[in-house]
């Protein structure tokens, strides 16, 4: 009897181990998903906004189908404040950071953004980019260490 006990024991604490693993792998995972789902919604909202500032004539404070001029917003779209340099083109947040690049013709740009606090180490497995132009926002992003990125086009 006490060996049928101490047997049934083992299993209980081997269950509960493994219980516990699971979890905690299924929360990182999670963790990972909602960090890249903030991220490519803050880059889309930044991309709408440059877009509109591409669409709107110059006579109304836009650029007049041209990206040149158009720099991050300085509101508060989220809790945290941010601290924006429009000198470099560079904005950040306590987790994130964005940059944008205006190709030369005005006509294209980009906007990245990469999470500043992922884990202890942001090992670079998280990134997201919106490139803009006339046509839409094509939307790439990618949540593995492999590399592998995933291409979404809006028109």
């Not at 299924?26 to 877009?51: K, V």
């Not at 650029?63 to 040149?68: A, I, K, Q, T």
């Not at 205006?102 to 606090?117: A, C, F, K, N, R």
């Not at 497995?125 to 949540?143: D, E, K």
Request: charged share 15%.
């Amino acid at each position: 009897m006490g060996q049928q006990q101490l047997l049934l024991i083992v299993l209980g604490v081997i269950i509960a181990g493994i219980a516990v693993v699971v979890g905690i792998n299924l929360f990182n995972a999670n963790s990972r998903t909602a960090t890249l789902d903030t991220l490519t919604h803050q880059l889309i909202s930044y991309g709408q906004l440059a877009l509109e500032y591409y669409k709107k004539p110059k006579a109304y404070g836009g650029g007049g189908h041209s990206f040149e001029g158009w720099i991050f917003p300085n509101s508060r779209t989220d809790l945290e404040s941010k601290m924006i340099s429009p000198a470099n083109g560079s904005c950040s947040t306590q987790t994130v950071w964005f940059d944008y690049n205006i190709d030369e013709d005005s006509q294209t740009m980009g906007i990245y953004g990469l999470p500043t606090d992922y884990g202890s180490n942001n090992d670079g497995s998280i990134a997201a980019a919106v490139f803009l132009s006339a046509s839409g926002m094509r939307i790439v992003n990618m949540s593995n260490k492999e590399g592998i990125w995933t291409v979404v086009d809006l028109h």
